[in-house]
């Protein structure tokens, strides 16, 4: 089944830290049910590219805001993007992409979501892996009853990306909402003995872990050793993407 790419408009950019920014896109009304997504989905975009055959580069970024936040018709989404070394395409979107630009987008994907909003689920971030992260706190804590942990692990304080805003829900949701910040800064890497004891006490949680590959591997890891069944433990997985998805 071919699908449909669309040249989505940005409304808005912020600098989240000195090296993530996330972007807002509107959503045309054409194509608002395509737009459709769920919590901790994510979007495939194309960056222009002088290397790739086609002229452009895809890269899967994930969604940080929350379904139904864009408006009274959900008409905006919103993605976060982080800088790194030798990311072409997080680069040239953090220095080019602006408010008025425009970037083609294809709808939604992933499956790196709670089956239930009323579960009570314990949410493992490690640097940019807060983007899904976000968006299942923010929908979990405007639709859902459970309660909400969230770990989150970053270099130093100037490395945490929505750091007002966790803290924001954090004051709003007290009841509900765990916010536990891991600088390596001030803490050191943490290990998969630290990560077993915090999970410890959420046995009972839906798991959910994004982050650079060693932080899913030790966190998974910890998991495991708990015995979190597999249906309660996820993690986020971004694969190599075949051919041109945008069908040039």
């Not at 591997?217 to 050793?225: D, G, H, Q, W």
Request: contains cysteine; glycine residues 8%; aromatic residues 8%.
């Amino acid at each position: 089944m071919e699908i449909t790419s669309y040249e989505l408009e940005v409304v808005d950019v912020v600098e989240e830290t000195a090296d993530a920014r996330s972007i807002t896109f509107r959503v045309p009304p054409e194509a608002g049910a395509d737009f459709e997504y769920r919590p901790g989905q994510f979007l495939t975009v194309a960056v222009p590219s002088d290397v790739a055959e086609t002229g452009l580069a895809a890269r899967c970024y994930s969604l940080c805001s929350s379904p139904g936040e864009g408006g009274a018709a959900g008409d905006t989404l919103t993605i976060a993007v982080k800088r790194t070394a030798d990311g072409f395409a997080s680069n040239w979107i953090c220095d080019h992409l602006a408010v008025g630009g425009t970037l083609r987008v294809l709808p939604p994907s992933g499956i790196f979501t709670p089956a239930s909003f009323d579960a009570d689920l314990l949410l493992l971030a490690g640097g940019s892996g807060i983007t899904p992260i976000m968006s299942i706190t923010r929908t979990a804590l405007a639709r859902g009853t459970g309660r909400v942990t969230v770990f989150y692990a970053n270099r130093d304080e100037r490395s945490v990306i929505f750091a007002r805003e966790l803290s924001e829900l954090s004051s709003a949701h007290p009841d509900r909402l765990q916010v536990i910040h891991w600088l390596e800064s001030v803490q050191g890497l943490p290990t998969q003995e630290q990560l077993r004891a915090l999970a410890a006490r959420h046995l009972d949680d839906d798991a959910f872990v994004c982050g650079p590959a060693p932080f899913m591997k030790l966190t998974v890891a910890a998991l495991k050793e708990l015995g979190f069944p597999r249906e309660r433990r996820h993690q986020e997985k971004f694969v190599s993407l075949g051919g041109n998805p945008f069908g040039d």
